[in-house]
């Protein structure tokens, strides 16, 4: 039986396809995903994967960026241009949001978020410097109390974060937003 033709693809072209296994493969097993499996998904040699990424943890680090890339896409943080911004209802709907897409993409977040990559290839605290200027944003608008960003927001984001996880495994999500949003209020009343 002849061997199959290998498909020419531009470079960028087979990068995407490794890419999108990667994807595939890593929302619906998690961390358990190797190199081997990715390869195998997108019909690619070993060698072409580490052409386009020199470690596993590189693949890995390009994907979480795409993450929170895409979050921060869908979701944009309102400005004052168009007139006056509700921040309690800002920093709510962010919450649900985040949750909702966390859950949606469990198996992925699962590897890029909560495993021995992130451990060693931590990410910026990009969602705790996100609530942090939401915070400062509804200090100035005087909708929000007298709290330290930072803190506050670091630890904003740890409830948020185990609420995603919560609603995940199959906690009710509405009573699950509705005590965080519970909290968010609590924590930020003025």
């Known amino acids: 039986m002849p061997k199959p ?13 490794i890419v ?5 493969l890593l929302q619906a097993h998690g961390y358990r995903v190797r190199v081997e499996d990715v390869v195998r998904e997108a019909g690619v040699a070993k060698g072409t994967f580490f052409l386009y990424f020199p470690s596993w943890d ?6 979480r960026d795409r ?3 895409e ?16 921040w309690p209802a800002v920093i709510d709907a962010q919450a649900e949001a985040f949750i909702d897409f966390a859950a949606a993409r469990a198996g992925i ?18 969602a705790v410097v996100r609530l942090a200027a939401i915070v400062r944003a509804g200090q100035e608008a005087r909708a929000f109390g007298a709290v330290d960003p930072e803190p506050t927001a670091r630890l904003l984001y740890a409830a948020i974060d185990e609420a995603a996880h919560a609603v995940a ?7 699950i937003v509705a005590a965080l949003q519970t909290l968010l209020r609590r924590t930020l009343a003025p």
């Open 169 to 175: 495994a199959g906690a009710d999500r509405g009573a």
């Open 5 to 17: 033709q290998r498909r020419r693809l531009a470079p960028e072209a087979r990068k995407r396809e």
């Open 20 to 24: 999108e296994a990667a994807e595939r």
């Open 58 to 63: 590189d693949l890995l680090e390009l994907l």
């Open 71 to 86: 979050f921060d896409t869908l979701h944009p943080l309102p400005t004052e241009v168009d007139g006056p911004v509700d």
């Open 109 to 126: 977040g699962q590897a890029l978020f909560h495993s021995d990559f992130a451990e060693r290839r931590p990410l910026a605290d990009h």
């Open 67 to 69: 993450l929170v890339a």
